[in-house]
Structures are given as structure tokens and as C-alpha cells.
């Protein structure tokens, strides 16, 4: 039985207010959370507190056509054409190679790592999650999401752009090469910019609470 996800019972971490320098403000005189807080990896307390709320995931069936409709399932080390995650529903992708695009529905949620490659783009529509990571995974196109929750992007290579706007939870961007530029702008969960190698421009605006960005290196900012 294929079960829908609840945007609100997604909201279990709350907003990780790590105060710095990527497009907010705020009292000098308070503490932030890094310094009340002991120091943890973003991306994977979110992992570990989605695991709580996820659906059962199945396997993937044999067999899979050339296009997935990723309807709460786990697929492996295969090659498809693209992937559609739809409202609503979850994707865990492992190894993976998408000749062409992976598209995230609203509410839905995309864990993808252990090597995935996607020829394309990778693109949120009000997703609840995306999270993409791994050294060697790689994005041939964008990074793109727009509205939802939160976004994890860590240790990939992006041969397009990375666009991450108007999310509402925590995005954590560390560590990853992008051959474009990056776009951080108007979210409002705070998380981690850093590490990050980016060739082309780095736009950060508007972001409250702002993110900790560090040790980024770009074309321009």
C-alpha cells in the first residue's frame, strides 16, 4: 500500500538557526544555535529524523521502464530514462544512472547517493526533500528547487547551476563542486553553505535565518 506523506509530520526538526553571514541578521547579544547546541551534520540528522516519517519503502520491481514513477520505492544500481517522484510520495535512490531528469513532486521526497548519476537536472516543485549526496554522484544539469522544505546537497559534482529558493526548513550545501553558479536566496530554515568550489557566480540574499556559509571559493559573489 502506497501511503501519501503528511507535509506537516515532516516538520519534526524545526528550524536550525545557524546565524552568519548568507542574508540575515540578527542580536549580537543572543547565542545562536551553534553556540547552545552541540555541533552536528545537518544532512544527516535530517536522514536519521526522516527515517522516522517515511513510508515503508519497497524494491523496485525488475524490469522498470525507460521512465519511473518512483511511487515509495527503493531502486538500485540500474540505468532508467528519467524519474518522477510524485506528491507526496518518496524515492531512495543507490547508484542509480537517469539519462535524463529527476523531478520531485509536492511533498514528495528524493534520497539519493551511493553513487547515483543523473544526466539532467534535478528539480523540486514544493518538495518536501531532496537530498543528493555522495563524492561520487553527479548532476550533468541543475540543482534546482523551489519552495518546500529542505535540501540537503553534499560532496557532488553539479555540472549546471544550483538553485535553492524560497525553502522554509534546513539546507545544508557543503563540499560540492559546481561548474555554474549558486543561488541561495529568500529561505527561512538557516542550515550550512560551505566547503564549497563554485566556477561561476554565488548569490546569497535574503535568507532568514541565514545560513553559516564558510570556506566557499567562487568565480564572483
Known amino acids: 500500500m502506497q501511503l501519501p506523506i503528511s507535509k506537516r509530520t515532516l516538520a519534526i526538526a ?12 540578527g542580536d549580537p547579544d ?11 551534520s545537518i544532512d ?14 519497497t524494491a523496485a520491481p525488475a524490469g522498470l521502464p525507460g521512465n519511473v514513477s518512483c ?21 531512495r535512490l543507490n547508484g542509480t544512472v537517469v539519462r ?11 534520497l539519493a547517493g551511493s553513487a547515483v548519476q543523473v544526466a539532467g537536472s534535478v528539480q523540486g516543485d514544493n ?31 553539479v555540472g549546471g547551476d544550483v538553485f535553492v529558493n524560497g525553502l522554509t526548513d ?12 549558486m543561488q541561495v536566496t529568500d529561505n527561512l530554515g538557516g542550515g ?7 566556477t561561476g557566480n554565488m548569490q546569497c540574499t535574503g535568507n532568514l535565518t541565514a545560513a553559516q556559509e564558510a570556506g566557499n571559493t567562487e568565480g564572483s559573489m
Open 14 to 25: 524545526g528550524a536550525i538557526s545557524l546565524l552568519a553571514a548568507c542574508g540575515g541578521g
Open 30 to 40: 543572543q547565542p545562536t544555535a551553534a553556540q547552545t547546541q552541540p555541533e552536528a
Open 44 to 57: 544527516d540528522g535530517r536522514e536519521k529524523a526522516l527515517a522516522y516519517t517515511l513510508p515503508v519503502l
Open 71 to 91: 511511487t515509495n520505492l527503493r531502486i538500485g544500481a540500474v540505468t532508467v530514462d528519467n524519474v518522477e517522484v510524485p506528491a507526496g510520495m518518496a524515492c
Open 100 to 110: 535524463g531528469s529527476v523531478q520531485v513532486g509536492p511533498g514528495g521526497i528524493l
Open 127 to 157: 518538495a518536501a526533500h531532496v537530498q543528493v549526496t555522495g563524492s561520487a554522484s553527479r548532476i550533468g544539469g541543475n540543482y534546482e528547487l523551489e519552495g518546500g522544505g529542505s535540501a540537503a546537497l553534499t560532496g557532488v559534482q
Open 170 to 181: 534546513v539546507i545544508a550545501l557543503k563540499n560540492t563542486r559546481v561548474a555554474g553558479g
Open 192 to 198: 550550512e553553505i560551505n566547503g564549497n568550489r563554485i
